[in-house]
């Protein structure tokens, strides 16, 4: 009776942290990130093709941008240089969601935001056709301000592990870099709860195995529930001691 309760509790703790996603990013995960066509530098290529070479992290925005882009993304540089010293095996791509923008725009951009280790970053424009297509399947919306022609949209990091799947999505300007190591940790299929603690730890409970398109209980959730195990045996075994002696007397 006692182990089957500590089963029903461990199980609950188990359902409780896979299903600790918002609503708005359960429609969004764990699917292939569109198979558009973008135009980098020196080659046309597929998204998904370009992300199943390296985990990447995908940022929107767009070269005219007079609001939150150019901040956002110097902020975000500075956030990854620590990563990037750190050797993590990853990619930042930055596409234009605007019509207007043309790969030369995005070399401009690149040269202001002027990243540290420049051949890992990459600046590119998606095929106009194609870029509502992309924009609806990683849920990002943008409007276009008629008096200044700006367009309208939230921050947002994307992150892609090496299979092409989208693992994390974060909108939000002040990303801190917690949130930041938590998408490095992800797109290397490593699961990290969405309600963890600004605490960085090398141990999750989880991995997600996007081949098979489930989570796997990992080490983290051994070490997690040891304690807890330990002091149940004891206390069972403290317990039968004491009716042993008693039928004994």
């Not at 939150?68 to 975000?76: D, E, V």
């Not at 605490?199 to 098979?212: E, H, N, Q």
């Amino acid at each position: 009776m006692k182990a089957a309760t500590l089963s029903a509790v461990l199980i609950f703790f188990l359902a409780a942290s896979v299903s600790a996603q918002t609503d708005e990013e359960k429609k969004f995960l764990y699917r292939e990130v569109p198979d558009v066509s973008i135009q980098l530098l020196n080659r046309r290529a597929s998204l998904l093709a370009f992300c199943k070479e390296e985990p990447t992290i995908i940022s929107l925005a767009y070269s005219r941008c007079a609001g939150i882009c150019y901040p956002f993304l110097l902020t975000l540089r500075d956030n990854l240089a620590e990563a990037e010293k750190e050797e993590k095996k990853f990619r930042v791509l930055i596409i234009s969601f605007d019509e207007k923008d043309t790969q030369e725009n995005m070399q401009t951009m690149a040269g202001a935001i002027h990243p540290q280790n420049t051949s890992r970053w990459f600046f590119g424009t998606i095929e106009r056709s194609q870029i509502k297509t992309f924009t609806q399947a990683v849920g990002f919306t943008f409007t276009l301000d008629s008096l200044s022609g700006q367009l309208n949209h939230p921050p947002i990091v994307i992150g892609v592990n090496g299979d092409g799947t989208i693992v994390r999505i974060v909108k939000k300007f002040d990303i801190s870099n917690n949130e930041l190591w938590q998408v490095y940790h992800e797109i290397e299929d490593e699961f990290v709860p969405f309600y963890k603690e600004n605490i960085a730890t090398s141990i999750s409970c989880f991995t997600y195995d996007s081949r098979k398109g489930k989570f796997i209980v990992s080490w983290g959730m051994l070490l997690l529930y040891t304690p807890a195990i330990l002091v149940a045996i004891l206390v069972w075994r403290i317990f039968s001691i004491k009716k042993i002696a008693g039928v004994q007397k």
